[in-house]
Nanobody, 122 residues
Framework: QVQLVESGGGLVQPGGSLRLSCAAS????????MGWYRQAPGKQRELVTE???????NYADSVKGRFTISRDNAKNTGYLQMNSLKPEDTAVYYC????????????????WGQGTQVTVSS
């Protein structure tokens, strides 16, 4: 059974930083893309950033230059470093991983983390 466990959310003042982690565990064969979505109250879930297995990254315009995604393939873990945080970054952040497990038949399957609250407020 595959699980994604997120950690690192919390309350931070504007201009502050947080680092989110997303650790995948279980009978994993390969992890392809990893990334984060976020959902603010009353808004649709939006893609924040993603990283491919070979390290290519993509960012939403609203976070470019402030957020950095990385991954440690040996640990099956992704990281999201968030700097210069703004109140509009307040949301629940959900990580995902497109992966093949031992039991996967066919293409990769997307697994989701449980979500972690990020609140940016003074």
């Amino acid at each position: 059974q595959v699980q994604l466990v997120e950690s690192g959310g919390g309350l931070v003042q504007p201009g502050g930083s947080l680092r989110l982690s997303c650790a995948a565990s279980g009978s994993i064969v390969s992890i392809y893309a990893m990334g984060w979505y976020r959902q603010a109250p009353g808004k649709q879930r939006e893609l924040v950033t993603e990283i491919t297995s070979d390290g290519r990254t993509n960012y939403a315009d609203s976070v470019k230059g402030r957020f950095t995604i990385s991954r440690d393939n040996a640990k099956n873990t992704g990281y999201l470093q968030m700097n210069s945080l703004k109140p509009e970054d307040t949301a629940v952040y959900y990580c995902y991983a497109d992966l093949r497990a031992v039991t996967t038949r066919g293409p990769a399957t997307r697994y989701w983390g449980q979500g972690t609250q990020v609140t940016v407020s003074s």
